[in-house]
T-cell receptor, first 113, second 115 residues
Framework: AQSVTQLGSHVSVSEGALVLLRCNYS??????LFWYVQYPNQGLQLLLK??????LVKGINGFEAEFKKSETSFHLTKPSAHMSDAAEYFC???????????FGTGTSLTVIP | DAGVIQSPRHEVTEMGQEVTLRCKPI?????LFWYRQTMMRGLELLIY????????DSGMPEDRFSAKMPNASFSTLKIQPSEPRDSAVYFC?????????????FGPGTRLTVL
């Protein structure tokens, strides 16, 4: 079975500051990991994903995440926050042979001008 | 591509009424998912289809909920009778033939309010 835990339901950063959103996963098999972003009144859209290969994954809008098996983590980072990054962020996990995504509870990011 | 299309975008109804939510997946996608999002429970998978066949409906909360996919381009989620606790945003998502562990493409959602 797979699951993800997102630490911190709300994160606030100043514009230009580092963004760090935390995600830890649990999986009995090698996981596939995803970050999705949800802007107000919209559906979720994919930021980035890790399946196999390079553990540092780059996504859209300057975001990246690193798969750390030893820490069972897949934290999302961005060097410099922009006002347009304010949104809800969801970490998700699935298994290569599975058919379901398991989403975290989400982290709401606020960017302070 | 128009993306996943959901209708209506907003629905307000009274308790006891039947509600039907509609979804048109992206053409060529073989997987279709229905999710419910609430503040209390977050994003929950209700049911998913593969090639129009329901594969896992274990997330459907109770018999008042039913979902169908009569063809590759259309799915419905029905609630009958509706209750105030069904108020939520309902998302439809689709995924391409290459497998559900690839990206899921989400629709804009239907915000349901049951009074």
């Amino acid at each position: 079975a797979q699951s993800v835990t997102q630490l911190g339901s709300h994160v606030s950063v100043s514009e230009g500051a580092l963004v760090l959103l935390r995600c830890n996963y649990s999986s009995s098999v090698p996981p596939y990991l995803f970050w999705y972003v949800q802007y107000p009144n919209q559906g979720l859209q994919l930021l980035l994903k890790y399946t196999t290969g390079a553990t540092l994954v780059k996504g859209i809008n300057g975001f990246e995440a690193e798969f750390k098996k030893s820490e069972t983590s897949f934290h999302l980072t961005k060097p410099s926050a922009h006002m347009s990054d304010a949104a809800e962020y969801f970490c998700a996990v699935t298994a290569p042979t599975g058919n379901q995504f398991y989403f975290g509870t989400g982290t709401s990011l606020t960017v302070i001008p | 591509d128009a993306g996943v299309i959901q209708s209506p975008r907003h629905e307000v109804t009274e308790m006891g009424q039947e509600v039907t939510l509609r979804c048109k997946p992206i053409s060529g996608h073989d997987y279709l998912f229905w999710y419910r999002q609430t503040m209390m429970r977050g994003l929950e998978l209700l049911i998913y289809f593969n090639n129009n066949v329901p594969i896992d409906d274990s997330g459907m909360p109770e018999d008042r909920f039913s979902a169908k996919m009569p063809n590759a381009s259309f799915s419905t989620l029905k609630i009958q009778p509706s209750e105030p606790r069904d108020s939520a945003v309902y998302f439809c998502a689709s995924s391409p033939r290459s497998g559900p562990y690839n990206e899921q493409f989400f629709g804009p959602g239907t915000r349901l309010t049951v009074l």
